[in-house]
């Protein structure tokens, strides 16, 4: 769960009359995850569960309602918290509350996911996202858990892989005890990976956005 800086393609400038119909264009060109805290859409629902969001709000800038440049690929949590804020323009620095523009600059310079799994941030900007929009609510420190194991398997099994060729070719069956160990490894991390894929494609967690008020009251959490 890595952010990306958002690249804006000019021929979707002036592709469709209402924003919603940009959804598809803005999933494919954030590899369907949500802008702030990138989360993939498939561990919501999908597509159809996320919002297109108005980096300036379309209550605020009326005639930013339908221009592409300030619409956004968002989970629907990250949605019902940043709401219509719009705190201050942006500035190179960082150093104000504000909403730097995902096509801009790459949240990754500025947000920062600690040995907790905790966002973090060095600039004002950073921290005022990280509580404005809650980027460290207990779902999202899930699943960055849930992603950070699931890459440790992918480069052991990798590293298995190679051993158990290493293995193969070089004891040619004269040692066959070190070999049955390492197959054994390699069986059980390919179960845990097995079991991870079924966890993730059978118990998607599908959160609806009027269950953000409950959340505000079993985390003490109230929006800016």
Known sequence: ???????????????????????????????????????????????????????????????????????????????????????????????????????????????????????????????YIITRIYLNRPHLLRERKFFDLQKTVKVMRTRLRHLKEKATSHDNGENPQTLHHLLDAFDVLERISEHMNRRSTSKKEVVRTSATSDMYKRHDYKPI
């Open 1 to 127: 769960m890595r952010w990306k800086k958002i690249n804006k393609v000019k021929e979707n400038e002036k592709k469709f009359d209402h924003y919603t119909s940009y959804k598809p264009i803005l999933a494919e060109e954030q590899d369907n995850q949500c802008v702030y805290c990138a989360i993939p859409d498939s561990r919501l629902g999908g597509i159809a569960v996320f919002h297109v969001e108005h980096l300036r709000p379309k209550s605020v800038f009326i005639g930013l309602e339908n221009d592409y440049y300030n619409l956004f690929y968002v989970c629907p949590i990250c949605n019902r918290f940043k709401g219509s804020d719009w705190p201050n323009e942006p500035t190179e620095e960082l150093d104000i509350p504000c909403y730097p523009c995902p096509a801009s600059i790459d949240y990754n310079r500025f947000l920062f996911v600690n040995e907790s799994f905790e966002v973090e941030s060095p600039t004002i900007a950073g921290d």
